[in-house]
């Protein structure tokens, strides 16, 4: 019998809780538990050595999230991905530091949680056949289409070792599209994390339009008319 896939949920709303629980559960996955602050996902991660993190950043105790998770990665081999409706660039460089293995923000899409779990589950596999030379440096490169590369951990697009220029809105655009490579991430959700609000479509378009001015090429990919996305052949 195939073992499942285990999930701890970290997460300070109850509701969310329950549908995350439910999602997953009907999907196949094992979630062997739930907390709110971060002392008590230290102390359940070690306990419980599930094989996925749900993470929400901001929770109920002194603990963040993001220092939850270097704790537990000090103890057990899990895929920690974070959840949260905070977009600003100081989380954004928090999380990066956290070495996460997803980002995903709220309102919460069922396709795009269970992409990224399985994103993070895939990207378990490449770094058990990588050789010892890789160093930190090369797990927060992304490499992307035409020769791009996104340092998640500078937050900063790069082509041929120069970083590209890129105004506040169309490099928060650029991160959340990099962090979920090859995955379709709806208008809504690319509103929300750019513009901290929802916008109008043309509004998104414009500022896809003028980055892919900047850029020189269609690396920001549309999506069948649901949103948009960036492509890449490896992912490191």
């Given amino acids: 019998m195939t073992q499942k896939i285990t999930v701890l949920i ?17 999907h196949g996955f094992s979630v062997v538990g739930s907390c709110d602050k971060g002392s008590d996902a230290i102390s359940r991660a070690k ?14 105790d002194s603990i963040s999230g993001c220092d939850a998770a270097l704790e537990i990665r000090k103890s057990i ?6 959840l949260t409706g905070y977009s600003s660039d100081d989380i954004i460089a ?19 949680i269970l992409a990224t779990i399985a994103l993070a589950r895939t990207g378990s596999s490449v770094k058990k056949d990588q050789t010892a030379h890789n160093n930190g440096s090369e797990k927060n490169t992304i490499s992307l289409n035409y020769g791009f590369t996104y340092n998640r951990k500078l937050v900063r697009l790069f082509k041929n070792g120069q970083e590209i220029q890129l105004s506040k809105k169309a490099l928060k655009l650029v991160s959340i599209l990099s962090e979920n ?31 892919r001015q900047v850029l020189g090429v269609d690396l920001i990919e549309n999506s069948s008319g649901l949103g948009y996305k960036i492509l890449s052949d490896n992912t490191q």
């Fill in 10 to 26: 970290v997460e300070d709303e109850p509701i969310v809780v329950e549908c995350l629980e439910r999602l997953l559960e009907y």
């Fill in 47 to 60: 306990e419980l050595q599930p094989h996925i993190i749900l993470m929400d950043i901001m929770l109920k």
């Fill in 77 to 82: 081999d899990t895929k920690i991905i974070f």
């Fill in 94 to 112: 928090h999380v990066a530091s956290s070495d996460a293995d997803g980002y995903i923000m709220k309102p919460y899409l069922e396709k795009q």
């Fill in 181 to 211: 490579v090859n995955i379709s991430i709806s208008f809504e959700q690319i509103s929300q994390y750019v513009y901290e609000k929802q916008v109008c479509k043309k509004t998104l378009r414009s500022l896809v339009y003028r980055t």
